[in-house]
């Protein structure tokens, strides 16, 4: 299950490369709004919103817009009605998309979505066409240089995890959606940083992809990333390492 890491690190730097704050900061306003209206606006009671913040406060987001954020969420201010909303579709060489998207106007996101499969080599699809190929994990990433393979493992166990695997530069644990934050923070009480951790869709088989449909893929899953109102795209792809090398080549 190599691909889901190695296109989590591409997106991570790509964010880092590209800083585009502006469009981070609006997704996360909006992630911030939807869990505050459907959880309340006490983080220590609602995962959901602990979680956005910690995503705010890594992108550098000031407080200011996320106390702003959450008060629009609660309806303190006034703020647009959010709809939670997921989309499904098919990429170049028969991928199957997720995009989870929060809108205050359900047909224009459809609109934008369709135009957006239809110009990247993909289509938009009918409601669950491709859901079942996916299932909901918590999916925390520790550094290598954090601690020790033995030592990540025996805390996360302990704590819950379901699974744990070793890549070139990190440690992906894989939790119950329900057990993402008892787990991270039993590793960060270990004293092990955890580099992220999010509620994700991991796909349960892939479609390994040739360089052309690969870069027809990432251009699409850029494109779907672009729209505002879209916050999270997942994919069943992988790309092999010599396709991967020739594509950075």
Known sequence: MAGHSKWHNIKLRKQAQDARKSKTFAKITREIMAAARAGGGDPESNSRLRIAMDRARAAGMPQDNVK??????TG??????LEQLTYEGYGPGGVAV???VLTDNRNRTVTDLRSVFGRNGGNLG???CVAWLFDQKGVIIVPREAASEERVLEAA??????????????YEVRTAPG??????????????TVESAEVTMLPQTRVTL?????????????ALDELDEVQNVYSNFDIPEEVMEAMVA
């Open 210 to 222: 040739d360089e052309k449909q690969a870069q027809q893929t990432l251009r699409l899953l850029d």
């Open 98 to 100: 997720l995009v989870e």
């Open 68 to 73: 702003r954020a959450i008060q629009r969420g």
């Open 76 to 81: 303190e201010i006034e703020g647009a009605v």
């Open 157 to 170: 166990v302990e704590a819950g995890a379901e699974d744990m695997i070793t890549e070139d530069t990190s």
């Open 126 to 128: 009918e409601s669950n």
């Open 179 to 192: 057990d993402l934050e008892t787990v991270k923070k039993a590793l960060e009480e270990a004293g092990i």
